[in-house]
T-cell receptor, first 113, second 110 residues
Framework: NAGVTQTPKFRILKIGQSMTLQCTQD?????MYWYRQDPGMGLKLIYY???????DKGEVPNGYNVSRSTTEDFPLRLELAAPSQTSVYFC????????????FGQGTRLTVV | EDKVVQSPLSLVVHEGDTVTLNCSYE??????LLWYKQEKKAPTFLFML????IEKKSGRLSSILDKKELFSILNITATQTGDSAIYLC??????????FGPGTSLSVIP
């Protein structure tokens, strides 16, 4: 059982470039999330989705976009990458609402130079 | 503003010691408190607490919530080197918001 799978694991971007972080889950969870984690700062919610076709902003959505065309996939798009977006990104999913147990992917370490 | 505070931020102990990690919170419309363990990569779920005074246990780990004083503790007894990790506390609200604390970095040395 794969759980939550993120790709790529590492990426270096130049300022102004764009990229998509992929996330897929095979647990048939309705709820999916994208977090970023900066050193000593915990996890900050970027965007979340409560089901296919429905997305909403979290705490730090600026500079990012998401889509949810299927239950399984929840890609995160970075447009015009900036050094402030250097971080570790985690995708997660849960069976219940946001405030219940979440299953996390292995993370993507992104560096913008 | 909703916030979650954890203490200490880092801790070094010897194998066999018992540790207590603290999480305090100020949020609107509390719904749940969750503990996660983060080793090198993805956080993994430990406990979810919704009621005061009811201890949850899993092996050497246990946790309890005090909704009156707005805090939770995570206890680890007879620590092992495999317990070395960052322990994250998160609080969920009725508005579908989850706020994470900064984490406590625990190092267990032989």
């Amino acid at each position: 059982n794969a759980g939550v799978t993120q790709t790529p694991k590492f990426r270096i971007l130049k300022i102004g470039q764009s990229m998509t972080l992929q996330c897929t889950q095979d647990m048939n969870h309705n709820y999916m999330y994208w977090y970023r984690q900066d050193p000593g700062m915990g996890l900050k919610l970027i965007y979340y989705s409560v089901g296919a076709g429905i997305t909403d902003k979290g705490e730090v959505p600026n500079g990012y976009n998401v889509s949810r065309s299927t239950t399984e996939d929840f890609p995160l798009r970075l447009e015009l990458a900036a050094p402030s977006q250097t971080s570790v990104y985690f995708c997660a999913s849960s069976l219940g609402r946001l405030n219940t147990e979440a299953f996390f992917g292995q993370g993507t370490r992104l560096t913008v130079v | 503003e909703d916030k979650v505070v954890q203490s200490p931020l880092s801790l070094v102990v010897h194998e066999g010691d018992t540790v207590t990690l603290n999480c305090s919170y100020e949020v609107t419309n509390f719904r749940s408190l969750l503990w996660y363990k983060q080793e090198k990569k993805a956080p993994t779920f430990l406990f979810m607490l919704t009621s005061s005074g009811i201890e949850k246990k899993s092996g050497r780990l246990s946790s309890i919530l005090d909704k009156k004083e707005l805090f939770s503790i995570l206890n680890i007894t007879a620590t092992q080197t495999g317990d070395s990790a960052i322990y994250l506390c998160a609080v969920g609200t009725s508005y579908d918001k989850v706020i994470f604390g900064p984490g406590t970095s625990l190092s267990v040395i032989p």
